[in-house]
């Protein structure tokens, strides 16, 4: 019964989206539509939550972006980064018009909800813009540096592991609360894209690293080192996927003050602005 009701949830959403979504035949060029303005005239909070409520349900968004922006099939939008524009009218045109020769289509609702959606697609990609960390920056980045052993495989401003995502804007498009869930329950919100595997060969070698890709007759990943490495099934005794996440919980490893602090060094980390 449950299978059921989940299958019929699950077709009526797919109904609704695509009553939002254009189909665009193959080989069918539309006219593109500008924005109505430069400035988007729906951008309150109450606003870019009536937007989430269009993603998550009858846009269709999160079919391709997943529920919370991160991505999937499609692209990360908490990223903040935006292949055709970031303002608001590039945004707008983004979602109005789609992306010619990718899965996104154009959408055919009203200005208003394709303003309230730009309105929820750059609240994904700075949700810490407007807080402000009660810890030292300093002295987080020292716990970083040294207790936290973070580098070994996180990246911030290319320097670091590859191993872990990158820090560089992470303050930008992280809440505080979301900074501080990931170094005590770093399994809490894993992104798929840095899922651990661990691959027992048939010679007892064990080689823990992210998964990268994977198919019937064999699966690549990159270890511990950064190395790409690559196994034919046939040769692999066992593939392991029951420790998700690489990272260690911190929450007692580091005192609350260095939690703080190093959930303040992480906030302050917003790119280039």
Same mark, same amino acid.
């Given at each position: ?65 997943? &529920?919370?922006?991160? =991505?999937?099939? #499609?692209?990360? !939008? %908490?990223?903040?980064?935006? +292949? ?5 009218? @590039? ?65 911030? &401003?290319?320097?670091? =592991?590859?191993? #872990?995502?990158? !820090? %560089?804007?992470?303050?930008? +498009? ?5 900074? @501080? ?69 911190? =929450? ?22």
């Amino acid at each position: 019964m449950r299978r059921l009701l989940k299958a019929t949830l699950g077709l009526a959403l797919a109904l609704t989206a695509a009553a939002f979504a254009q189909e665009v035949p193959a080989g069918v060029d539309l006219p593109r539509s500008a924005a109505p303005a430069a400035k988007n005239p729906f951008d309150t909070p109450a606003d870019a939550e009536l937007g989430r409520m269009t993603f998550v349900t009858r846009g269709g968004c999160s079919y391709c972006h997943a &529920n919370d922006g991160t =991505g999937g099939r #499609g692209a990360n !939008l %908490t990223l903040g980064e935006y +292949r055709f524009g970031g303002s608001d009218a @590039e945004l707008f045109e983004t979602i109005r018009n789609g992306i010619a020769g990718s899965d996104m289509p154009p959408t055919r609702g009203p200005d208003q909800d394709i303003w309230r959606l730009v309105a929820f697609v750059k609240h994904l990609g700075s949700q810490g813009l407007d807080e402000k960390a009660p810890g030292d920056p300093a002295a987080g980045k020292i716990v970083y540096d040294t207790k936290g052993g973070c580098a070994a495989c996180h990246t911030i &401003n290319q320097r670091g =592991g590859v191993i #872990g995502p990158d !820090l %560089t804007r992470v303050g930008r +498009r992280r809440s505080l609360k979301y900074l @501080e869930e990931s170094i005590v329950s770093p399994e809490a919100d894993l992104p798929l894209a840095y899922r651990a595997v661990r691959v027992v060969t048939a010679s007892g070698e064990t080689v823990t690293g992210i998964r990268l890709n994977e198919d019937d007759i064999s699966i690549q990943l990159r270890d511990m080192n950064g190395n790409l490495r690559a196994f034919l099934k046939d040769k692999v005794k066992e593939i392991q996927r029951d420790k998700p996440s690489l990272m260690p919980s911190y =929450g007692t490893a580091l005192g609350k003050k260095e939690i703080e602090d190093l959930v303040a060094y992480l906030s302050s980390l917003r790119g280039a602005s």
